[in-house]
């Protein structure tokens, strides 16, 4: 089976992805996002210049960003991004680190960085 799927964790300061392809994990680091304090078209070049000729738009990608927190900006950070990335799903990074963190099970989750945040999942 050939499966592949992208994650990026996108802060304010930096956003780390994984490109999973087979049994292979690529990772890269481009700037960060912040939905209320960057501007999408930059985000959406400094992914290309990052992954080159990795991307062939076929691949699942799912970003959890800082600062995604309405469905309006959802709509708007996967505009920008439907040039680069085909199948797209975009959520707010707390949802990602909580799900990374407890799957499907309940947790108290802390983000620590550039900002901050918590919640129980």
């Not at 990026?8 to 999973?20: M, Y």
């Not at 700037?31 to 209320?36: C, E, I, L, T, Y």
């Not at 947790?107 to 960085?113: A, D, E, P, S």
Request: hydrophobic content about 35%; charged content about 20%.
């Amino acid at each position: 089976m050939n499966k592949s799927f992208i994650v990026g964790d996108a802060g304010g300061t930096s956003t780390q992805w994984r490109l999973v392809k087979n049994d292979e994990i690529d990772q890269f680091q481009t700037q960060g996002f912040n939905a209320f304090t960057h501007d999408i078209d930059t985000f959406a070049s400094s992914i290309q210049a990052s992954f080159g000729d990795k991307l062939d738009g076929s691949a699942s990608t799912f970003i959890y960003a800082a600062g995604v927190d309405t469905e309006e900006q959802k709509n708007e950070v996967t505009k920008g991004l439907n040039s680069v990335f085909g199948n797209l799903q975009i959520e707010n990074d707390l949802l990602g680190v909580a799900r990374g963190l407890s799957g499907q099970d309940a947790g108290n989750i802390c983000i620590l960085g550039t900002g901050s945040n918590a919640c129980y999942y």
